[in-house]
């Protein structure tokens, strides 16, 4: 039985709506992964900015407390451990509005990933080479 033309309209303005709706989910989780990056980035830059600070007052007999490696640390893997989570709502979104999505990896949730692993080893490589 043909469907009439207030029930096909009805389906279309549905369909773009829940569109829309995977549009701006992708947006804010493409947000997360930006504030990531920034962070890791920051940690990066405090641990390598506390180092020249500690070895520029070492020379000059005034050496003081190291703590940017641990901020450095302690933000890179905040930083990842915040975007793993912010993916693994990510994905019970899209799931939840499209309960007929076959697709469970898409091009955000493997950029999510990616910035993560990335914020992890930097949090290592400042850990075991700092």
Avoid: C, Y
């Amino acid at each position: 039985m043909p469907l009439s033309q207030d029930e096909t309209k009805k389906n279309d303005q549905q369909a773009l709506a829940v569109n829309r709706t995977e549009l701006a989910i992708e947006r804010t989780q493409l947000a997360w992964v930006r504030t990531a990056f920034a962070i890791i980035s920051a940690g990066l830059a405090i641990d390598q900015g506390a180092q020249v600070l500690h070895d520029a007052r070492l020379l000059e007999g005034r050496a003081w407390i190291f703590r940017g490696h641990v901020v450095g640390i302690a933000l890179s893997a905040m930083a990842s451990a915040l975007l793993l989570w912010a993916t693994l709502v990510f994905t019970q979104r899209i799931q939840s509005l499209d309960s007929q999505a076959t697709r469970w990896v898409n091009p955000v949730s493997v950029l999510s990933i990616l910035v993560s692993i990335l914020g992890a080893l930097v949090a290592l490589g400042l850990w075991i080479w700092g």
